[in-house]
């Protein structure tokens, strides 16, 4: 994910697109939000349409306001990332906000919806604009408790409570003033990127701390070890263990079962996925990709032969 106050899209469509089609960290993105965009009513969706990506977008009510210039949220979402995307609510006063609804292609199991919230602060918001945006967030985690909520812009200097942030470095000289915020502890890891045209603020990185894969063991006894179980119980002097009552007597002899099977069994440790399915064994995940590579080059015949085999699982 990547946001950035750009103070001005009108003046610099090309610098989004170039950088959509070159830069990893924007090509990559699965969400891009933005600030300040200066975006009105006259200006159509299709000045800042790119390609691949849905454009949602708030502009700022000279009305309600009382300022025809400035202001403005945008999210560009990534169709790759996500094609069922909902506005939940905008709001133009003080505090600006563009609040969006997302069902990924994928998600983590825990989590059944992604809240992202681009908000823009004027410099002279209060705590009226905080206690608004912990209702929002906290209205978010009720109706939902397994969605993950994000929010991200120029906060100036409101400070959220009871969630978590991840910038940790200056974005416009000296000041910290585009943050994140999220109610997933450590979810983000947030990197300083350069600054979106003539725009005063840096644009911001978020990269998942989220880790694929992890360690685990699986322990099994080979015939080896079945023999080495056999030598030990043949040589073991069963009466001194039963020479106590009952309840001891069982204790003990479980015990040192259990204890002669892990001495003699052999622990593989191996990488899973977090959400990988306890019966995908490596004969099944061979099969199927088996199964891949011929229908990927036309064979049926080799195709019906490790379907078959699929199947047999």
Not at 129 to 136: A, G, Y
Request: negative net charge; contains cysteine.
């Amino acid at each position: 994910m990547v946001f950035a106050n750009a103070r001005s899209l009108n003046n610099k469509t090309d610098e989004p697109a170039a950088l959509l089609d070159r830069h990893h960290a924007f090509r990559n993105a699965s969400a891009i939000g933005i600030t300040e965009s200066w975006l009105n009513d006259n200006i159509n969706d299709n000045a800042v349409n790119f390609d691949g990506y849905d454009v949602f977008r708030t502009d700022r009510d000279p009305i309600v306001t009382g300022k025809n210039k400035g202001g403005g949220c945008l999210w560009l979402i990534n169709r790759k990332w996500c094609t069922n995307t909902t506005i939940h609510c905008k709001y133009c006063s003080e505090l600006e906000i563009l609040h969006l609804k997302c069902r990924p292609h994928f998600l983590p199991r825990e989590i059944n919806v992604i809240t992202l919230i681009v908000v823009y602060c004027v410099p002279e918001s209060n705590t009226v604009c905080r206690r608004l945006l912990d209702d929002i967030i906290d209205n978010c985690t009720a109706k939902h408790p397994e969605t993950a909520t994000i929010v991200v812009g120029d906060l100036n200097h409101v400070r959220l409570k009871h969630v978590n942030q991840y910038v940790d470095f200056h974005t416009r000289e000296s000041r910290m003033l585009d943050l994140c915020y999220s109610n997933i502890v450590d979810a983000y890891k947030a990197y300083k990127l350069p600054p979106l045209g003539a725009s005063d603020h840096n644009a911001v990185q978020l990269v998942p701390t989220y880790i694929c894969k992890h360690s685990e063991s699986n322990t099994t006894l080979d015939e080896c070890g079945v023999e080495q179980c056999r030598a030990a119980f043949d040589t073991t002097d069963w009466t001194e263990l039963l020479a106590v009552d009952i309840d001891t007597a069982v204790d003990t002899v479980l015990e040192y079962i259990d204890f002669t099977v892990a001495t003699s069994s052999t622990t593989k440790s191996f990488w899973a996925n977090h959400n990988s399915k306890p019966w995908l064994t490596k004969e099944i995940s061979d099969a199927i990709k088996r199964l891949y590579e011929a229908k990927k080059h036309g064979d049926s015949s080799q195709s019906k032969c490790a379907q078959k085999t699929t199947k047999s699982f």
